[in-house]
């Protein structure tokens, strides 16, 4: 493990000892390609955070906090079987317009991304989807960008010189993934997807954890169809019985999840899934443990 890794979950461990038990489960089940890929992530990480004053101790904290805030909505989801935001403008007020929430929330769902098993096997099979699949796209959208680690994943596979436009509702989503990103180009937008007509479409949409943010997923889906070339991609990633403070739409299960891409006219090409715990298909459907579900789909 590298010394900063160790580092990071050292310290989360003496603040959560159970969590941090779980952590180092985690990554003791990744291949060998993980270390990799984390250096590369934790090298370029720590410049950022250093050209903004900050330290590693800062990211940590920020995932503490989302940690927490995970928890807490964990125990109301678990007394009312339902999450706790239901209107989008409400969470848009609390959430995506309120810098300092978006500023922790965003580092700690970033470093989750290396930390948490399911969070990574999705990280994985989006690249090895894009990888697979490159050919023919000259321009790329990605829709709710948060931190900006999926896009500059995809800049890095396509290469620079493809047109590439970020669309997310909040400023400071826009502002991390420009510093993350560095001097990239990328056409940034801050604006509700819903309100977005451009005059071209896509050849490739991501758009990752985002369907729960919305009040009518299906309604989303089919405004990303009229986004999309008809011979484009889009991947999509959402998680099901995952309370957190911005998911408003409860996804029970993936028949759940299907039914909304296949109404929305879809049809899957590729799919993923990974479970929050280390446990079998009947243990998560019996106690509702949280699923990252990931597809890539094409018009029907
Ligand atoms: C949980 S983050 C997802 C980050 C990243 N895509 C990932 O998969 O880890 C959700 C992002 O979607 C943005 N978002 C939510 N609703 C949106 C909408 N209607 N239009 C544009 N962006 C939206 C939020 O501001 C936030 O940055």
């Given at each position: 493990m590298s010394l900063l890794l160790n580092y990071i979950i050292d310290k989360i461990s003496a603040a959560n000892a159970l969590h941090g038990k779980k952590l180092k489960k985690n990554i003791a089940s990744f291949d060998s390609s993980y270390y990799e890929r984390v250096n590369a992530f934790l090298s370029k990480y720590e410049l950022m955070l250093q050209k903004n004053d900050k330290t590693i101790d800062f990211a940590i904290d920020c995932y503490l906090q989302m940690l927490a805030d995970v928890n807490y909505e964990t125990v109301q989801f678990v007394r009312?079987?339902?999450?706790s935001s239901h209107s989008f403008e409400d969470v848009r007020k609390k959430v995506y317009s309120n810098p300092e929430v978006m500023t922790y929330y965003m580092h700690g769902l970033m470093l989750s991304q290396f930390l948490w098993a399911h969070h990574y096997k999705i990280l994985e099979a989006f690249i090895e989807n894009l990888s697979r699949h490159?050919?023919?796209?000259?321009n790329y959208l990605e829709i709710?960008?948060?931190?900006?680690l999926y896009l500059s994943e995809a800049i890095r596979i396509l290469g620079p010189d493809k047109d590439y436009t970020l669309i997310d509702i909040s400023p400071s989503s826009i502002e991390m993934t420009k510093e993350w990103l560095g001097n990239t180009n990328v056409n940034y937008l801050i604006q509700d997807v819903f309100d977005y007509n451009p005059k071209n479409k896509f050849d490739f949409i991501s758009m990752g954890e985002?369907?729960?943010?919305?009040?009518n997923p299906k309604a989303l889906l089919i405004k990303v169809s009229s986004l999309l070339t008809e011979n484009g991609y889009l991947w999509i990633t959402t998680p099901t019985n995952a309370p957190a403070i911005?998911?408003?739409?409860?996804?029970?299960n993936t028949n759940d999840i299907h039914q909304v891409i296949t109404e929305a006219g879809f049809d899957i090409i590729e799919k993923t899934t990974a479970y929050?715990?280390?446990?079998?298909d009947e243990v998560a459907e019996k106690f509702k443990v949280s699923m990252m579900y990931a597809a890539l789909l094409k018009k029907h």
């Open positions: 009312t079987g339902r999450y490159h050919s023919n796209i000259n709710g960008g948060g931190h900006g985002v369907l729960e943010h919305v009040e911005d998911h408003i739409y409860l996804f029970r929050a715990e280390d446990v079998s």
